[in-house]
């Protein structure tokens, strides 16, 4: 079997779901998780533990893999002397985009340097968040540029000075590793397997979930650092294929 991530955590709140997953897990001859944190869940909730094993998934690094910042940033049309955030994700309530728009909208009150923020997908929320950036006033900073294939985002991401996963839940998302493997930082909120890989100050920093004041202050404090890209790779290393 194979837990993925936010399904187990949503899932394992509904006793019917709940029964049922311990009940097949514990019959399967084994269960991939995508995170230690999923393998606890489980086993919490009535999993054999010896079941259960941790594998990370793996990053395509002929894809995702360092570039020219200032050469991506001239081929995507972005501005070239702009600090730049990078969010990949569904414009879903989980994923809580409007958190990083509300933090980067106080971030370009506060902050001396121009601030660009680039949203990468689409859902429900998608319209809703770029009302709000424009009636927060940082909309003209905002680029929401829909769906992009895997080797589109690893350009946007050799453009950008950062990834930020402001997620309520999360097993450990792809986006994150793919990201290390461009040398890029991220700042993320500690929620689920998030914590077992950005584990260094070099990586980036980590939030608590739903706080656009720790949110702002960790982007605007990663920002001001120079990226020490050559520990990022060498972490990043572990998760290739």
């Not at 869940?41 to 990370?56: E, Q």
């Amino acid at each position: 079997a194979l837990a993925q991530g936010t399904d187990v955590h949503s899932y394992l709140h509904m006793p019917l779901r709940r029964h049922a997953i311990v009940q097949a897990l514990s019959r399967a001859a084994a269960t991939i998780t995508r995170s230690r944190d999923l393998s606890t869940r489980l086993h919490d909730a009535g999993v054999p533990f010896m079941k259960l094993r941790p594998i990370y998934n793996g990053v395509d690094t002929a894809t995702f893999r360092p570039g020219d910042a200032l050469a991506a940033r001239k081929e995507l049309g972005l501005p070239l002397d702009s600090q730049m955030i990078l969010y990949v994700g569904n414009f879903l309530p989980v994923k809580n985009p409007l958190l990083l728009i509300s933090a980067h909208a106080r971030l370009c009150r506060t902050s001396s340097e121009s601030c660009e923020l680039v949203m990468i997908g689409t859902g429900p929320l998608e319209a809703k968040a770029r009302r709000m950036a424009n009636k927060l006033g940082s909309g003209a900073n905002v680029h929401l540029v829909g769906r992009k294939s895997p080797a589109e985002v690893a350009r946007f991401m050799q453009a950008a000075d950062l990834l930020c996963v402001p997620s309520k839940q999360e097993g450990v998302p792809n986006v994150i590793l793919e990201a290390f493997a461009c040398g890029l930082r991220a700042v993320a909120t500690r929620v689920g397997g998030i914590p077992e890989v950005l584990d260094k100050d070099c990586l980036g920093r980590l939030v608590p979930s739903a706080d656009a004041d720790a949110l702002e202050k960790a982007l605007g404090q990663t920002l001001m650092e120079s990226p020490t890209r050559d520990a990022i790779l060498r972490h990043a290393a572990q998760f290739s294929w």
